[in-house]
T-cell receptor, first 110, second 114 residues
Framework: GENVEQHPSTLSVQEGDSAVIKCTYS??????FPWYKQELGKGPQLIID?????GEKKDQRIAVTLNKTAKHFSLHITETQPEDSAVYFC?????????FGDGTTLTVKP | DTAVSQTPKYLVTQMGNDKSIKCEQN?????MYWYKQDSKKFLKIMFS???????INETVPNRFSPKSPDKAHLNLHINSLELGDSAVYFC?????????????FGPGTRLTVT
């Protein structure tokens, strides 16, 4: 089955700095890579996703890059703000289920 | 206008009891899921249902029995609760089983077994 590794497990940045979270996956058949944000006391919510036919996708301050050859994809958050503090999960859906990374707790210090 | 709702939000019970968590989605989705999130925030799929049929059972103990009376509902019944069952349980739904479908999560049910 699919195996997804996510790093780092915790990340602390100063407000205004950039944050990068990386994930690697094992199944080369995976072709869709979402990122979810989980705020305290809430369920995860999709913030950005990328399909295997593109290498990068941006949405305002967040972007995702994909390297299919190396089987890894990354979430980039620029100009971080305190409200970006949350747990972020990558996922690699395949065969009707989503395998999630172990999560990254991002703390943005004001 | 809540998309995916769960009840109850908090559940405190003693070992050995039986409890149920209910989930409803009003998105018209075909597929629903149960996830378990432990104290380390790891998110693991337990079950998925498509059009009321069980699709995935991720080696969950048979004390856990999901039931889908219709496409909009997926309930989770847990027998003989154990300390290790303490976690946050999330229900989710997606349009269908397609791998590139966004999953919509409920607010979670925090289960504490004492």
């Amino acid at each position: 089955g699919e195996n997804v590794e996510q790093h780092p497990s915790t990340l602390s940045v100063q407000e205004g700095d950039s944050a990068v979270i990386k994930c690697t996956y094992s199944d080369s058949a995976s072709n869709y890579f979402p990122w979810y944000k989980q705020e305290l006391g809430k369920g995860p919510q999709l913030i950005i996703d990328i399909r295997s036919n593109v290498g990068e996708k941006k949405d305002q301050r967040i972007a995702v890059t994909l390297n299919k050859t190396a089987k890894h994809f990354s979430l980039h958050i620029t100009e971080t703000q305190p409200e970006d503090s949350a747990v972020y999960f990558c996922a690699a859906p395949n065969a009707g289920k989503s395998t999630f990374g172990d999560g990254t707790t991002l703390t943005v210090k004001p | 206008d809540t998309a995916v709702s769960q009840t109850p939000k908090y559940l405190v019970t003693q070992m050995g009891n039986d409890k149920s968590i209910k989930c409803e989605q009003n998105l018209g989705h075909d597929t629903m899921y149960w996830y378990k999130q432990d104290s380390k925030k790891f998110l693991k799929i337990m079950f998925s249902y498509n059009n009321k049929e069980l699709i995935i059972n991720e080696t969950v103990p048979n004390r856990f029995s999901p039931k889908s009376p219709d496409k909009a509902h997926l309930n989770l019944h847990i027998n003989s609760l154990e300390l290790g069952d303490s976690a946050v349980y999330f229900c989710a739904s997606s349009q269908d089983l397609g791998p590139s479908r966004e999953q919509y999560f409920g607010p979670g049910t925090r289960l504490t077994v004492t």
